[in-house]
């Protein structure tokens, strides 16, 4: 089944450093996400993206961050200069079509901001 | 945000036993999913709601999209060891498009 590849699984940065986060999403999907898993805590959306351009984004994602589909596979969430608050698991999922089609998720990338 | 509560928080229970989850929000919302999420993966799709009071399955796994469109309910029938992990609701309303997740609720299941 295909699925969704996420690189690294592990990303260990110092402070103040910029990060950029890689996926790869599901071949024929369209739709694309980032979301942010804080330990224990629950899943929060960061950003969607569907033709080229952001189609929707939360209050987490500020200035700091952006996300590029640099070709015609790869999707990046990049992180500026990292604080010690974005410690956290990051997700990309993919939809084929925008919501309310569910989203299949990748098995994230762990960073840790020290 | 959108606030979605799922309870109990956390389960432990005998295999071979049938659990009930429920995720609560205080708004209305068009479509309702229940994912699995083991640790160290990502969180992996179960069951897609709908239409309000519809009732799907997928195995031992059936959930229920509340009538009044603000809930929904998760129930797993004779448990076994690999149903271990947390289960999250995520919920998609008239707010915008994306999907608000719930809190989780983990299990556990005692061989």
């Known amino acids: 089944e295909p699925e969704v590849t996420q690189t690294p699984s592990h990303q260990v940065t110092q402070m103040g450093q910029e990060v950029i986060l890689r996926c790869v999403p599901i071949s024929n999907h369209l739709y694309f996400y980032w979301y942010r898993q804080i330990l224990g805590q629950k899943v929060e959306f960061l950003v969607s993206f569907y033709n080229n351009e952001i189609s929707e984004k939360s209050e987490i994602f500020d200035d700091q961050f952006s996300v590029e589909r640099p070709d015609g596979s790869n999707f990046t969430l990049k992180i500026r200069s990292t604080k010690l608050e974005d410690s956290a698991m990051y997700f990309c999922?993919?939809?084929?079509?925008?919501?309310?089609?569910?989203?299949?998720f990748g098995d994230g990338t762990r960073l840790s901001i020290l | 945000g959108q606030q979605l509560n799922q309870s109990p928080q956390s389960m432990f229970i005998q295999e071979g036993e049938d659990v009930s989850m429920n995720c609560t929000s205080s708004?209305?919302?068009?479509?309702w999913l229940w994912y699995k999420q083991d640790p160290g993966e990502g969180p992996v799709l179960l069951i897609a709601l709908y239409k309000a009071g519809e009732l799907t399955s997928n195995g031992r796994l059936t959930a229920q999209f509340g009538i009044t469109r603000k809930d929904s309910f998760l129930n797993i029938s004779a448990s076994i060891p690999s149903d271990v992990g947390i289960y999250f609701c995520a919920g998609q309303g008239n707010t915008g498009n994306q999907f608000y997740f719930g809190t989780g609720t983990s299990l556990t299941v005692i061989p």
């Open positions: 999922a993919s939809s084929f079509a925008g919501p309310p089609q569910p989203q299949h």
């Open positions: 708004s209305i919302f068009n479509t």
